[in-house]
């Protein structure tokens, strides 16, 4: 099912409708990061809307490594790539591929293009070079080199540059699934360069062969590589392979609606995790910078994968939204397992200096569904929970100790008494019980609650009393109580 050159052209043109451009074989999405230390939220974002459109098809999710860069393709950058989407739950469906390990490969399809015509070697000295730029700018138009038209025969000893035989007229058709169809002068575009002087590939190249080898029928990646996707182009028809599907995605914007910077706050992956975003809130945030569906703001991965269509993006830049952000945060914070809550907040209060033993696992179970509601972050729900967390006797503040007048004292020690034998030790319960017990002293619950979640929680933020009792259980509340009483006495 290859296509050549010409067939492309013509059907692109004849018919603009993207959704022809499906090729029909099993959908193949990759993403190909370079490893630069961090994993921007933009290879988040193309690497979710890849493995949907892979999910939603059926197909394969694959990722390659553009590790070229020999400088900064370090082992630990390389990792911050395999953590941010093992983090973010998106798995590829194979082995990583990595473009340096592949240079022969590209090297060996750069001399097929020579064979085929559709590349020559170009033997222009440094100083012809830079006086042929020099004219081209002069004259308004794209570097040309005279060893095109030379004879492949005409080897002379000395360091060449293997370059496309680019046509000079007609245009090249990307034929887009986001942007439509986009048009390239060819008479705009250079004769790309495809091997350099020392032999090593050049980008363009490298990413062309490795999507073929790798069956991608999909590039679904960022806008910034629009333009290089014309010249990949050439370089697909110059091997008479079967050009890809395209989808360029619209950059994120920060919430002001200027490109994506430091000042916007977070932007790598790690530094969502640390702020204490959970992945799903991520991805269902993720799939809504661009893509949505309807109105829907809260979306399952399964709803969304039944939905996703990379035809359905829209080309308009996304605005980062944090408010957005952290309501979906909040909201699948409330929806998660409090055993797996427990997991993530301990690393975060051992961060903190807690160290939690057995006994503490099973209060911050108990706890955590009891103070999530307005927890927006891991790291709010933390402080949340650290008031179960405190040791007795516990210190109590001085503004705190104020509130204990004898007054507050007599009533919370009668309180205490009125706790110790309840049967039942349930929000439900215990609520009850306060407010029977305030009606028996004839006064409101706010002459002793304050005072009384003060000594049970130490000044630290705690839920209502109710919920505070239960998250502490019996012995401790009592415990802390008789601690705040006899401190005092
Ligand atoms: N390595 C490129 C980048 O990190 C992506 C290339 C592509 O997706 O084709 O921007």
Partial sequence: MLR???????????????????????????????????????TARTALFNWLYARHTGGKFLLRIEDTDRERSTAEAVQVIFDGLEWLGLQPDAEPVF???????????????????AAYRDYMTPEELEAER?????????????????????????????????????????DDKVKGLVRFQNQNLDDLILLRTDGTPTYNLAVVVDDHDMDVTHVIRGDDHLNNAARQTLIYQGLGWEVPAWAHLPLIHGPDGAKLSKRHGAQAVSEFADMGYLPEAMRNYLAKLGWGHGDDEIFSDDQAVHWFDVADVVSAPARLD?????????????????????????????????????????????TIPLVREGARTLLE????????????????????????????????????????????????????????????????????????????????????????????????????????????R
């Fill in 4 to 42: 050549g050159p010409a067939q492309a052209a013509t059907r692109a043109a004849a018919s603009p409708d993207p959704s022809t451009s499906m090729p029909d074989r099993p959908v193949v999405t990759r993403i190909a990061p370079s490893p630069t230390g961090m994993m921007h939220i933009g």
């Fill in 99 to 117: 473009q340096f390990s592949r240079a022969d490969r590209h090297r060996q399809v750069v001399d097929e293009l020579l064979a085929r015509g």
């Fill in 134 to 174: 020099e004219a081209a700018r002069a004259e308004g138009r794209v570097v040309r080199s005279p060893w095109r038209d030379r004879s492949p025969n005409d080897t002379p000893d000395r360091p060449f540059v293997v370059r496309l035989k680019t046509p000079r007229d007609g245009e090249t058709l990307v």
């Fill in 322 to 366: 944090w408010d957005k952000l952290n309501h979906l945060n909040n909201h699948y914070i409330r929806e998660a397992d409090a055993s797996r809550l427990a997991d993530l907040l301990t690393p975060i209060l051992e961060s903190r200096e807690w160290t939690l033993g057995s006994r503490d696992r099973t209060v911050l179970e108990r």
């Fill in 381 to 488: 729900l933390a402080d949340a929970v650290v008031f179960v967390l405190k040791r007795r006797p516990l210190h109590l503040p001085e503004k705190g100790r104020a509130m204990l007048t004898d007054e507050v004292q007599a009533r919370l020690g009668r309180l205490r008494d009125d706790l110790a034998p309840a049967g039942d030790w349930s929000p439900h319960a215990l609520e009850e019980r306060i407010r029977a017990f305030a009606e028996r002293e004839g006064v409101g619950i706010g002459k002793f609650g304050p005072a009384l979640r003060m000594v049970l929680g130490g000044g630290a933020p705690a839920p209502d009393l109710a919920s505070t009792l239960v998250s502490l259980g019996r012995d401790e509340s009592l415990g802390r109580l008789d601690d705040a009483l006899s401190q005092l």
